[in-house]
């Protein structure tokens, strides 16, 4: 999808393309967040449900669901006409393949690792700080590199598996990675290690090939688990200075974050 006649709406925080509902798990129904988008004066408004993944049914739409999400997502487009756009999009994880449906946008985001060659399987990066370590050292020995290199090198071809329009929240797994005085990063590794910056650089010189959005994120900051956007300011930096595009995202599950802090970063768009 072409979202370049989006891009001064966003940068004026009057278009949010990541969004969830109760769908998936989000907090509010369809018919709320469009009417919450609405009364702040969005003018494009994307519903982004979680996809289906097969090896993880706690969070994402069910296959026998996304029907039901589609038809109410288009009948509050019709309902909006002349007020309001809304797209119906989807957030799809990079191990579950390509999306089951046409949406009218994908987000590509990466959830999941594969540890199956340690013995594994497929292992969720984000669900709690005990679980990202519980995998480092299960999977890799107490090497955390070693699985940040593995989790870059699947976000390397999150386009290539989903299709992806937009690339969500790039380096999520930093989720878990602030602490200490002023929620400053370094808790679980050194995001100033040559390793880290190998691996990140490496997904996103590929990544910057494909001529996908890169996703500003601002979730994680709204939901209090970090002090900065995902993806963090040097990865923004290079994905700029190497000529990327953006797109601002709230990356939504309530209807409270709409464009959350999207005037601190507009200038990047």
Known sequence: MNFSRY???????????????????????????????????????????????????????????QEAYEAEVRALAAEYTGRMEILCGVEQDCLAGTPTRDWDYVIGSVHYIDCSPEGGGIVIIDET??????????????????????????VSRVVEMTGADIIGHLDLITKYNAGGEGGKQGALFDEGHPRYIAAWQKAVDKLLQTGALFEINTGGMTRGCRTDTYPAKPIL??????????????DSHAVDSLCSRFDQYRRYL
Not at 36 to 55: D, N, R
Not at 239 to 249: D, E, P, Q, V, W
């Open 237 to 250: 930096d290079y994905i700029a200075a190497n000529g990327g595009r953006f797109i601002l995202s709230s």
């Open 7 to 65: 891009s001064e709406l966003n940068k004026n925080s009057l278009a949010d393309f990541h969004t969830h509902t109760s769908y998936c798990d989000g907090g509010n129904t369809a018919v709320e967040m469009a009417a919450a988008a609405f009364a702040q004066g969005l003018k494009v408004y994307g519903f982004s449900g979680h996809g289906y993944t097969p090896y993880d049914e706690s969070y994402c739409m069910l296959l026998s669901d």
């Open 129 to 154: 700080k005990e679980i990202w370590q519980e995998t480092a050292e299960k999977y890799f020995g107490g090497d955390v590199y070693a699985m940040i290199e593995r989790y870059y090198e699947t």
